[in-house]
């Protein structure tokens, strides 16, 4: 394993070297190390964000083309013609400009983020041959840099050291019992996340996907696998980054970018035209029911002074 991932993180060392400079700088700001990782979290969901907003919009068409692709399903049952269904279904995404994959987009992209986040933890506990703390990729001169010596390696919060996994030796079941709710609370956000997205096509109407309500289930138990193996810290950063997600997602539900029906007619009143009024413009064709309301007005106050009288 070591052979494989060993280039690999040759390669990052320029990357992870700039994130263990942007941790140390936020630890310079407040000494506290939840708040660097969550600070470091902000930055990077920054530049994640446009990628956030287009997975929850291809979501959401994706939704809104399901009774369409039920019906090509239908028209194109049995093996025999699996070939010409997925060339249909091509066709149908090309035309309505959907990307059948565009809702996986950010778990993907947080993948190699994970990579870097755990490597850079890792190298924050450190040890050097004589079994003393030499934390590595932050700036020696940085106050993570001596806090993290004098701790001999230990990243403490709040009683925690997050460079500890789930099921790292620990004192005592007390001491472990925080790492569990770390990661219950990731994996319950996340299925919050995936439902928030449920819920609005719900509201909406839109029937959900098959394959997207099977990814919802199946994901966040994979992540669970994940963050029972991998350092608190970088559990953290997948709360806080989910966390930024479930607002984005908010905010485009809440302004609308995301509405399914915007600019497809959904919402539009049909208008019935008045039979013989073809060829004429707006104003003419309004005219006919403009005049048999100015003429029963007419009889109705004729009426009325008839009475007078």
Not at 190 to 201: I, K, L
């Amino acid at each position: 394993m070591n052979s494989i991932t060993h280039p690999i993180g040759q390669i990052f060392q320029p990357i992870f070297h700039l994130f263990g400079v942007i941790l140390a700088f936020f630890y310079g700001v407040v000494p506290n190390y939840a708040f660097a990782i969550i600070m470091l979290t902000i930055v990077i969901m920054g530049v994640l964000t446009p990628f956030t907003v287009k997975s929850t919009k291809s979501m959401v068409a994706m939704s809104k083309l399901q009774p369409e692709i039920k019906k090509l399903q239908q028209k194109y049952k049995g093996t025999e013609n699996r070939q010409v269904l997925n060339e249909e279904l091509m066709k149908l995404y090309k035309e309505e400009g959907v990307n059948p994959v565009g809702g996986c987009l950010p778990v993907m992209l947080q993948a190699p983020f994970l990579f870097i986040l755990y490597s850079v933890i890792k190298g924050l506990s450190a040890v050097n041959a004589h079994g003393l703390a030499a934390p590595r990729y932050i700036p020696t001169s940085s106050k993570m840099y001596g806090n993290l010596v004098a701790a001999h390696g230990q990243i403490k919060v709040f009683g925690m050291d997050l460079s500890l996994k789930t099921f790292s030796h620990h004192s005592s079941i007390y001491t472990q019992l925080p790492f569990f709710v770390l990661v219950l609370i990731a994996v319950g956000l996340q299925y919050f996340q995936m439902a928030q997205v449920n819920n609005r096509n719900k509201k909406t109407g839109q029937p959900i996907p098959a394959q997207q309500q099977t990814m919802q289930r199946i994901l966040p138990l994979v992540f669970f696998y994940f963050y029972v193996i991998i350092p608190a810290a970088v559990v953290l950063y997948m709360i806080a980054s989910t966390i930024i997600r479930i607002i984005t997602q908010y905010a485009l539900f809440a302004t609308g970018v995301s509405n399914p029906h915007k600019h497809t007619g959904g919402t539009k009143e049909v208008e019935r035209e008045v039979p013989g009024s073809e060829g004429k413009n707006d104003s003419e064709k309004s005219k006919p029911s403009t005049l048999k309301s100015n003429a029963a007005q007419n009889r109705a106050n004729g009426k009325r002074k008839r009475k007078d009288r």
